[in-house]
């Protein structure tokens, strides 16, 4: 994340977005940990086999998506708008 952050971010936003990055694994763990409780005292795909089959499915259209949405540099994303571009690699400056 620190070399998309480096191709996406301003420098002075940098260490605040790295730091939200970091902080959603942490709160993934807090919200994932009950959910497995919950998951394995049910019914569903056999109980406790239950949180591989939903957090795997959970991964893998996070994957989708992750991969439809999120391009390398701003001037390779399509959807962008030209100011948005304009303001990030102008913060950013001149990549050699």
């Given at each position: 994340?620190?070399a998309m952050?480096?191709?996406?971010?301003p420098?002075w936003?940098?260490?605040?977005?790295?730091a939200?990055?970091?902080a959603?694994?942490q709160?993934?763990?807090?919200?994932?940990?009950p959910?497995?409780?919950?998951l394995?005292d049910s019914?569903?795909?056999?109980g406790?086999?239950?949180?591989?089959y939903v957090f795997?499915?959970?991964g893998?259209v996070?994957f989708?998506?992750w991969?439809?949405?999120?391009?390398?540099?701003p001037a390779?994303?399509?959807?962008?708008s030209?100011?948005?571009r304009?303001?990030?690699?102008?913060s950013?400056g001149k990549k050699e």
């Amino acid at each position: 994340m620190h070399a998309m952050w480096g191709d996406w971010a301003p420098v002075w936003e940098r260490s605040k977005l790295a730091a939200f990055t970091y902080a959603g694994a942490q709160l993934g763990t807090v919200f994932s940990l009950p959910i497995s409780g919950y998951l394995c005292d049910s019914d569903i795909a056999g109980g406790w086999p239950s949180v591989f089959y939903v957090f795997g499915a959970v991964g893998c259209v996070w994957f989708v998506v992750w991969m439809a949405f999120t391009h390398n540099t701003p001037a390779d994303h399509p959807r962008i708008s030209t100011s948005e571009r304009d303001y990030i690699e102008h913060s950013i400056g001149k990549k050699e």
